[in-house]
């Protein structure tokens, strides 16, 4: 897909949050156009053609809407050869936390598009994919490993779990994205936020316990920071209890699932 395309593509999934607000519609906008991991959605298949998908921590809901722009162009025939099809039978519901970033999906992508919950407590339903981006880092170890244990239970077996994360070992690129993160929570008016980050090889032994396969790829293209995308499927073993974070402390980690080096610059979305 050429930039031109993927350009018409964001403009398309952000038209429908102009009765938003300029705020709502230049987020969607820039969000899309600046966060790498939407475009590698759309030019890898990495979602399922069909089912349910879960967006945990979907804020004001722009994959719901950049999926249902890459389905519309698809069925007008504009859709690039060399990309696989996008999900266009895949329906999407999303779960979010705060209200105003609720009412802001609703009123761009109707009703029914997002619920407002937390996802440490909220009803998972069954489904084929789920998707977190940059939202475990808000909650403590212990949640952290609850929340993934709760989306394996949720998962059908062969489903699929996506989860971007920053890599604290990451070095400067590391540095920097937590230092914007912290300025961001204080623009938010949360000077006290804890945020908590591993290692990218802990996520893996993390995931690697509840059950899944994992591969991890740098997904910060283009910016300075330091994120990880751990592209999780469910095995059809069952899934451990969690009890508690210290028995996932020395996970051991299979050496084909660790973080490879890569010549692009480990970024940010």
């Not at 050429?2 to 038209?15: K, M």
């Not at 921590?57 to 996008?86: F, I, K």
């Not at 020395?250 to 010549?263: F, G, H, L």
Request: proline content about 7%; charged content about 20%.
């Amino acid at each position: 897909m050429t930039d031109a395309v993927f350009r018409e593509l964001v403009a398309a999934a952000a038209l429908p949050y102009r009765r938003c607000g300029r705020y709502a519609w230049h987020f969607a906008k820039g969000k899309l156009a600046g966060d790498p991991v939407f475009r590698h959605l759309l030019s890898h298949s990495l979602l399922p053609a069909r089912g349910r998908l879960l967006d945990l921590g979907c804020g004001q809901g722009v994959l719901t809407a950049l999926l249902r722009a890459a389905a519309d162009r698809h069925a007008s025939g504009g859709w690039p050869a060399d990309w696989p099809d996008p999900p266009a039978a895949l329906v999407t519901h999303g779960v979010e936390l705060s209200a105003k970033r609720v009412r802001i999906a609703r009123a761009a992508l109707g009703a029914d598009a997002v619920i407002q919950g937390d996802i440490r407590s909220t009803d998972l339903p069954a489904c084929e994919a789920i998707v977190i981006l940059d939202v475990l880092l808000y909650l403590h170890p212990d949640e952290q490993a609850a929340v993934l244990a709760r989306c394996a239970d949720a998962l059908a077996p062969g489903g699929v779990l996506l989860l971007r994360e920053a890599d604290a070992e990451g070095g400067l690129p590391f540095q920097i994205t937590r230092w914007a993160e912290q300025a961001a929570c204080a623009a938010r008016g949360h000077w006290r936020q804890p945020l908590t980050y591993r290692p990218a090889a802990g996520w893996l032994g993390l995931l690697g316990t509840l059950g899944f396969d994992t591969a991890a790829l740098p997904m910060s293209q283009g910016t300075p920071f330091a994120n990880t995308l751990f592209i999780a499927r469910r095995s059809n073993t069952p899934v451990q209890n969690y009890t508690s974070s210290h028995e996932f402390a020395d996970a051991s980690i299979r050496p084909e699932m660790k973080p490879r080096p890569t010549a692009n610059p480990v970024q940010n979305s």
